[in-house]
């Protein structure tokens, strides 16, 4: 008698191959567009570099806060400084608000997740009146004051925000 040697894999390990790849695949795809938003996510803060300089250059010239974008960026409430000028890929615009806040409103090719939602910069000042940046959520620094009238809240899913911008 003669055996036949089996070639090739049968039909339950296929089977089982196409089970495990579909339970991999469930888990990746969640965990990879949460990576996505949050990539979006960081293009605000990143686009608000500018208006960061000008708000702290407002503040070391004047001793205050700029209300709005023509103050930060011209010193003056003349001339045209409009919060739609700061625009990226995901970013629709960046403002700044009482204490010289910025809010950054993320829109255009952004997630549907955090499509019109805001995240907030907010200036604080330490005991040496040295401007540091308080992203989103996070907590202020022992030592450290927000500026008076910064009052901007972030909307932004927890999950999305950037490590520096949670509490």
Request: glycine fraction near 8%; proline fraction near 4%; charged fraction near 15%.
């Amino acid at each position: 008698m003669k055996r036949s040697i089996q070639k090739g894999f049968t039909l339950i390990e296929l089977m089982i191959v196409v089970a495990i790849i579909g339970i991999l695949a469930a888990v990746a795809l969640p965990a990879y567009q949460d990576y996505t938003v949050r990539a979006q996510v960081a293009e605000g803060p990143t686009l608000a570099a500018g208006l960061k300089a000008a708000v702290s250059d407002y503040y070391s010239a004047k001793g205050d806060f700029p209300t709005t974008n023509a103050l930060a960026i011209n010193g003056t409430t003349t001339g045209t400084a409009l919060a739609t000028d700061n625009q990226g890929s995901y970013v629709a615009e960046i403002a700044v608000g009482n204490g010289g806040a910025l809010s950054i409103k993320y829109g255009n090719k952004v997630n549907k997740d955090i499509k019109d939602k805001i995240l907030t910069l907010t200036p604080a000042l330490d005991l040496a009146k040295n401007i540091t940046w308080i992203c989103g959520t996070a907590s202020v620094p022992s030592g450290v004051t927000k500026a008076s009238g910064a009052s901007a809240t972030t909307d932004i899913p927890t999950k999305y925000l950037p490590t520096s911008c949670k509490l």
